[in-house]
Nanobody, 120 residues
Framework: QVLLQESGPGLVKPSQTLSLTCTVS??????????WSWIRQPPGKGLEWMGA???????YYSPSLKSRTSLSRDTSKNQFTLQLSSVTPQDKAVYYC????????????WGRGTQVSVTS
């Protein structure tokens, strides 16, 4: 059974860079042909796909967030990381990591999510 667990600060200040890590257990992030995504849900809004990194390390980004988003991975720790720069209060959301069969969908496993607030 594959499990995903998000970790990171629950509070960041405006203009800072948010860094979140997803630790995967029960399976490898290099296993063909999975994609590992970050998805967020702001208060009162729907889910927003942010980006993904796949089994070979290729990255994919939402066009609306591409200029502020960077995904990376540490295969030795079986983790992948999201960095979101220049955060504003509009980046307040629950952030989820998920496994999917393509870059932005067909998710079959989700983490529980982590709440992030942006305030000075």
């Amino acid at each position: 059974q594959v499990l995903l667990q998000e970790s990171g600060p629950g509070l960041v200040k405006p203009s800072q860079t948010l860094s979140l890590t997803c630790t995967v257990s029960g399976g490898s992030i290099t296993t063909n042909f999975y994609y590992w995504s970050w998805i967020r849900q702001p208060p009162g809004k729907g889910l927003e796909w942010m980006g993904a990194i796949n089994y070979s390390g290729a990255t994919y980004y939402s066009p609306s967030l591409k200029s502020r988003t960077s995904l990376s991975r540490d295969t030795s720790k079986n983790q992948f990381t999201l960095q979101l720069s220049s955060v504003t209060p509009q980046d307040k959301a629950v952030y989820y990591c998920a496994r999917g069969a393509c870059s932005r969908g067909l998710f079959d496993t989700w983490g529980r999510g982590t709440q992030v607030s942006v305030t000075s």
